[in-house]
């Protein structure tokens, strides 16, 4: 297996502050859809970060390789629904994790 730091990128640095019912919604399936990578032992952690600079989130996953990293980021439903966020996707070598 390997890992990989995913940033959900929102469609403007001021999101989730003003966002739309429809962008909530789509948010709302989005935090499911990890609920689910979770149970599936394809994630290891992820949240929203409320960086002063913009708010973003992040997905730390445990997946085959990178096609399978970039098929979890294409197959989130935030993304399906075309409202302007994005993932950028980068391996991490290792991980240090707590016991």
């Not at 913009?54 to 098929?71: C, F, L, M, P, T």
């Not at 409202?83 to 950028?88: A, M, T, W």
Request: net charge negative; glycine share 6%.
């Amino acid at each position: 297996m390997a890992y990989f730091h995913m940033k959900l990128i929102p469609p403007r640095k001021t999101f989730p502050f003003d966002g739309t019912e429809v962008e909530m919604a789509a948010m709302a399936r989005h935090a499911d859809y990890w609920r689910r990578q979770a149970a599936a032992r394809t994630m290891i952690v992820a949240g929203p970060v409320f960086d002063p600079a913009g708010a973003y989130g992040i997905v730390v996953a445990d997946v085959a390789d990178e096609a399978a990293a970039k098929k979890l980021a294409d197959d989130d439903p935030v993304i399906q629904a075309k409202l302007g966020f994005s993932f950028e996707t980068a391996p991490m070598p290792s991980l240090i994790l707590r016991a």
